[in-house]
C-alpha cells in the first residue's frame, strides 16, 4: 500500500557557495529525481518559476518514508519542504470504478 503526497520544495543555496559547488550540487540533485521519477516515488513535478522551486505528486509507503527520500536529495540540507498528504476524491474513485 502506498499513499501520495503534494510536496513543494524551495531551495536557498547560500550567496557565497562557490560556483562550481553549487553546479555540482544542481547536477546531482537532477540525477538523484531522475532516479526517484525511474522508481515511480514521483509521479508527477512541476518547476515553480522564479527561483529553485519545484512541486511534485510523490508515493511513498508512508510520511516516514517521505521524510527518508526528501533526507537523501543532495540539496537537502538546503531545502525547505512543505508536504500536503493526499486523499483519493469520490468523483476520481466513481471514474475509476
Known amino acids: 500500500m502506498s499513499a501520495e ?6 531551495v536557498a543555496l547560500p550567496p557565497e557557495m562557490p560556483e562550481d559547488q ?8 537532477y540525477e538523484r ?8 516515488v514521483i509521479e ?4 515553480i518559476p522564479g527561483g529553485l522551486r519545484n512541486v511534485g505528486v510523490w508515493r511513498v509507503a508512508d ?5 527518508e527520500v526528501l533526507a537523501s536529495l543532495p540539496l537537502a540540507p538546503w531545502l525547505e519542504s512543505t508536504v500536503t498528504p493526499l486523499a ?3 468523483v476520481e ?3 475509476r470504478a
Request: zero cysteines; a positive charge; proline letters at 3%.
Open 88 to 90: 483519493r476524491h469520490p
Open 44 to 47: 508527477r513535478i512541476w518547476r
Open 5 to 10: 503526497f503534494l510536496v513543494e520544495n524551495r
Open 63 to 67: 510520511a516516514n518514508e517521505l521524510h
Open 22 to 29: 553549487r553546479r555540482r550540487l544542481l547536477e546531482e540533485e
Open 33 to 40: 529525481a531522475r532516479e526517484l521519477l525511474g522508481r515511480g
Open 93 to 95: 474513485a466513481d471514474e
